[in-house]
């Protein structure tokens, strides 16, 4: 179980409840899914056992204001100690929580939890090209970029480029 507080927000292992809670609320951004989301209750059951049986390696965790309002999920991907790395994952559960720091403390918060306390030494994370809020987190917190994927995803109107990211553990890593 994950249970990491910041100063905003906290993030912590989802009851069943509460995944069903992020999906009923959850409204795709047009400009990252241009497809409307239908809450489907055995569908989000059948995640929510997906997630469970992944939770070492592949755990998602909400992301919670102090007053237990919950505006997202946050994803620790594929978690390989062997190589001491893992991907970040975030997506807020829609445009009333954007641009008000919270996406920014998730990732401090779990930038902070995956150097520290799972002791990786490197964070994969990729955005969309058009995300420009992702790109300037990643910037603030060091991110390197490593390169372009061109016209990785189709987005009916567009296509968008992926672009993959790359956190060191500085301290870690001399």
């Known amino acids: ?48 056992d997906s997630i469970t049986q992944k939770e070492s390696w ?8 102090s007053d237990e309002t919950l505006i997202g999920e946050l994803s620790f991907k594929r978690i ?9 994952g975030i997506a807020l559960v829609n445009d009333k929580y954007k641009g008000l720091g919270y996406g920014t403390e998730a990732v401090e918060v779990a930038i902070d939890y995956a150097f520290n ?32 994927e061109e016209h990785r995803y189709d987005m009916h109107d567009r296509w968008e480029d992926k672009l993959n990211y790359m956190l060191r553990n500085t301290n870690r890593l001399k």
Not at 10 to 21: D, S
Not at 80 to 88: I, M, Y
Not at 118 to 142: C, H, P, V, W
């Open 1 to 48: 179980m994950i249970n990491i507080k910041g100063n905003r927000i906290c993030l912590r292992t989802f009851t069943r409840e509460e995944y069903h809670q992020f999906w009923k609320s959850y409204i795709p951004d047009p400009i990252m899914d241009p497809n409307p989301y239908i809450y489907n209750k055995e569908e989000v059951d059948t995640g929510y």
């Open 58 to 65: 592949y755990p998602r965790v909400g992301i919670f204001l």
């Open 80 to 88: 390989n100690h062997g190589k001491s790395q893992c991907e970040l």
């Open 117 to 148: 306390v799972l002791e990786l030494n490197y964070i994969y994370a990729d955005t969309m090209g058009s995300n420009l809020r992702m790109q300037r987190i990643f910037d603030k917190f060091g991110f390197e970029f490593i390169n372009r």
